[in-house]
C-alpha cells in the first residue's frame, strides 16, 4: 500500500531589514525601497513556501510451504519532508530549517507446527532511521539577531543566519530476534523462548551550535 501526503502552505516574512549593508553579515535588500524609516529601516515582506511531503509504502508477503510450514515477510519505506515548523515573522528564509526522514524496515515471521502440541515462531525485523536537515541557509552561518531599539509597526527586530537553535537529528539502527516455542501439555501451556537486540542511535543536539550576534540597534550591525 502507498500512500502520498501532500501539504502545501506559505509562511509570510514580515519585518524590516537594515538599508546599509554589512559585508560580514549579508542580509536582503528591503522589498519596498518607497517606505524607508528615517534612512535606517526598510520593510521587507516575502511569502516563503513551507510545505509537508510525506510518501509511506508498505507491503507484505506470505509464503506458505506445507500445511505446518509459513513465512510472513513486511516491507515498510518512509520519506518525510517537513518544512511548517518554520515561524516567518521576523525571521528571514534563510532561518528556515527542515527536517526530513527516511525510514525502512523489514521483519520476517516464520511459523512451523512439529505436532498439534508443539509449535514454534521466529522473528526478525531490521530497521533503519536516517534524518537530512535542509535549509535555505548555510548551516555553518552565525545566528544575528538585530534590535531595532524601539518598536517599528509592532516589530522590535529580525533574526538572519542559519538559525540552528533547537534544530536535532536522531539516526537509528536496530534489529531485533526472537525465538519462541510453544508447548501444550493436558491443560497446561508451557512458552520458552529468547529475545536478542541491538539499538545504535546517535543524537544530535545543534543548540546554539553557530554561535549568536546580538546587536542592539541597525548602526551596531552596520559599524561592526
Not at 548555510?138 to 534590535?147: F, G, M
Not at 539516526?171 to 510453544?182: G, I, P, S
Not at 520458552?192 to 546554539?208: C, E, H, L, M, N
Amino acid at each position: 500500500m502507498y500512500e502520498f501526503q501532500n501539504i502545501k502552505e506559505n509562511t509570510l516574512v514580515d519585518t524590516f531589514v537594515p538599508v546599509g549593508r554589512n559585508p560580514r553579515l549579508t542580509l536582503p535588500s528591503p522589498t519596498d525601497p518607497a517606505l524607508f524609516l528615517g534612512g535606517q529601516l526598510g520593510p521587507y515582506v516575502e511569502p516563503i513556501p513551507t510545505p509537508l511531503k510525506n510518501h509511506t509504502l508498505s507491503t507484505r508477503f506470505d509464503q506458505r510451504f506445507n500445511d505446518n510450514h509459513s513465512l510472513t515477510v513486511n516491507l515498510q519505506y518512509g520519506n518525510r519532508q517537513d518544512f511548517t515548523q518554520f515561524s516567518g515573522g521576523t525571521r528571514l528564509a534563510e532561518t528556515l530549517i527542515g527536517i526530513s526522514r527516511k525510514s525502512k524496515a523489514i521483519s520476517f515471521i516464520d511459523d512451523y507446527v512439529f505436532s498439534a502440541k508443539a509449535v514454534n515462531q521466529a522473528r526478525f525485523q531490521y530497521s533503519t532511521l536516517t534524518p537530512v536537515t535542509a535549509s535555505d541557509g548555510n548551516l555553518t552561518n552565525t545566528v544575528s539577531i538585530i534590535n531595532f531599539g524601539a518598536t517599528v509597526d509592532g516589530v522590535t527586530n529580525v533574526v538572519a543566519g542559519a538559525s540552528t537553535l533547537g534544530s536535532s537529528d536522531r539516526l537509528e539502527k536496530r534489529w531485533q530476534f526472537q525465538d519462541t516455542v510453544t508447548l501444550v501439555a493436558g491443560s497446561h501451556i508451557f512458552k520458552i523462548g529468547g529475545d536478542v537486540q541491538q539499538i545504535r542511535s546517535k543524537f544530535t543536539d545543534r543548540t546554539d551550535a553557530t554561535g549568536t550576534y546580538r546587536f542592539s540597534t541597525p548602526n551596531d550591525f552596520l559599524n561592526n
